[in-house]
C-alpha cells in the first residue's frame, strides 16, 4: 500500500480527490496549507505528494522547495492557472509534474500512478547488465539510485534520474524531447518541450562544472539530447 498525502485549502476538492485513490487501494493523508503537509511528512512514510500551488500559511512552491531539501518523494502539483509560467516555476524547483484545475479526476489517478511507478522502478534494477554506468567523471549506481560527478554525490529527483538514466544508458545516442517524454513519463507527448527542457537544464545544474559549457549533458540543436561518450 502506498501513502499519498493530499495538500489543498479546498476540502471538497482534497475528499473528492481521497474518494478516487482510496478505491485505488492508497492510504491517503489530507492537509489544507502547506505547514500542515510538512508536519505529516516529518512524521509519516509518504510515497507521492499532490500539492496546490495557493494556500495560506505555506504555499505550495515554497513548501516543494522545503521538502527538495531533504525529500525526493514525487510531487505533482495542483494549480489554478494554465499559464507556462506557473508550471514552470513549478518544475523548476523540484516538482515531478502537474495538473491544472480544473482536472479530470480519472486522469489524476493516472498521473499518481505513472509517478508511483516512476519511483517504485529507481529500485528495480536487478535485471540489468550493469549496477554502474558512467561517463568519465559522472557515474549512476543503478541498485543503490547513487548519482556521482568526480566522486561528489549529486541528488537527483526521480524524474531527473530516470532522464539520466536513459541517456547515460545510451551513451552518444541522441533522444528527442517526445522521446525521453515517452521513455520516461511513460505518457504520450503532446506540448511537451518545456517540462522536458526544464529537467534538462536542472540535471545541468547539478552535474556540470559549468552548465553553459556541459561536458556531460549535450544538446544536438534540431535533434535532442545526448550524453557524451567520455
Do not use: C
Not at 541522441?174 to 515517452?182: A, P, Q, R
Amino acid at each position: 500500500m502506498y501513502n499519498i498525502l493530499v495538500v489543498d485549502d479546498d476540502k471538497e476538492i482534497v475528499e473528492s480527490i481521497d474518494i478516487y485513490l482510496k478505491n485505488e487501494g492508497y492510504k491517503i493523508y489530507k492537509a489544507y496549507n502547506g505547514l500542515d503537509a510538512l508536519d505529516i511528512i516529518a512524521n509519516e512514510k509518504i510515497h507521492l505528494i499532490l500539492m496546490d500551488i495557493m494556500m495560506p500559511k505555506l504555499d505550495g512552491i515554497k513548501a516543494t522547495i522545503k521538502i527538495r531539501e531533504e525529500k525526493n518523494i514525487p510531487i505533482i502539483l495542483i494549480s489554478a492557472k494554465s499559464e507556462d509560467t506557473d508550471k514552470i516555476l513549478g518544475l523548476n524547483i523540484g516538482a515531478d509534474d502537474y495538473i491544472t484545475k480544473p482536472f479530470n479526476l480519472l486522469e489524476l489517478v493516472a498521473r499518481v500512478k505513472s509517478s508511483l511507478r516512476r519511483y517504485v522502478n529507481l529500485g528495480t534494477y536487478k535485471n540489468e547488465d550493469k549496477e554502474v554506468i558512467k561517463s568519465g567523471g559522472l557515474s549512476m549506481n543503478l541498485l543503490t539510485k547513487e548519482v556521482l560527478v568526480d566522486g561528489e554525490y549529486v541528488k537527483l529527483t526521480p524524474i531527473e534520474f530516470n532522464i539520466l538514466r536513459l541517456l547515460l544508458s545510451n551513451k552518444g545516442v541522441v533522444f528527442s524531447i517526445d522521446e525521453i517524454y515517452e521513455k520516461v513519463w511513460k505518457e504520450q507527448s503532446f506540448n511537451v518541450e518545456n517540462t522536458v527542457a526544464v529537467h534538462i537544464r536542472r540535471i545541468r545544474e547539478k552535474i556540470e562544472i559549468n552548465p553553459r559549457e556541459p561536458k556531460y549533458l549535450k544538446v544536438v540543436w534540431g535533434v535532442g539530447y545526448k550524453v557524451e561518450k567520455l
